[in-house]
């Protein structure tokens, strides 16, 4: 199984983009679920994460930009992305909270021109 996301493309600094990521009920109905990007050379951290309850959190470099929601009856995972900076150039993964290597699909890519 694996979690697509897309919605990524080209955006100038102070841009917004909305990034979507799909995957079966079962999957979306009983975890946490999560957002995470990798830029060139670095580790694949973190962004943001929502619960079933609908409980967030951010990382404190995407904090007060970045907004994850969840539609569980479209079993899809959300992130609005507003005010994007340079450095938020990555691909972005959708995943479960602790990730699961196997359902780690093939990332959307955000670019950010400044």
């Known amino acids: 199984v694996q979690l697509q996301a897309y919605g990524g493309g080209l955006v100038q600094a102070g841009g917004s983009l909305r990034l979507s990521c799909a995957g079966s009920g079962t999957i979306f109905s009983i975890n946490v679920m999560g957002w995470y990007r990798q830029a060139p050379g670095k580790q694949r951290d973190l962004v943001a994460r929502?619960?079933?309850?609908?409980?967030?959190y951010y990382a404190p470099s995407v904090k007060g930009r970045f907004t994850i929601s969840r539609d569980s009856a479209k079993n899809t995972v959300y992130l609005q992305m507003n005010s994007l900076k340079p450095e938020d150039t990555a691909v972005y993964y959708c995943?479960?909270?602790?990730?699961?290597?196997?359902?780690w699909g093939q990332g959307t890519l955000v670019t950010v021109s400044s």
């Open positions: 995943n479960l909270v602790p990730r699961v290597s196997d359902y």
């Open positions: 929502i619960t079933r309850g609908g409980n967030t």
